[in-house]
């Protein structure tokens, strides 16, 4: 560790910041005890109007306390449907189930 590093160490700008993000996470807490489905954009926003004075933390290190704290809601996949086998059209049957091909382009 050169002199430079050890000297410029803070250990109170550490602390303050562990605090901080500690409180982020216990505001998120308090916040999806009355709201579950609140997401975390959101969440941030309504961070930083709360408490926009004393240095709060931003958008990504806010997301990545979340995400430590495993405060992230799942968020739904969504697969899309491309087949619907319970249509009332007419389904015309397979004509080449039982067809061995001789070579290629011989069906």
Known sequence: MSKQAYYK???????????REEFAAEYAR???AKDRGIG???LWHMYRRDFSGGAPIGRDRFEEVLDRCGLKIRTRVRKPRTTDSSHGLPVYPNLVRDLIPEGPDRL
């Open 9 to 19: 160490y803070d250990e109170g700008r550490i602390l303050s910041r562990v605090a």
């Open 40 to 42: 975390g954009r959101k």
């Open 30 to 32: 308090s916040v999806r």
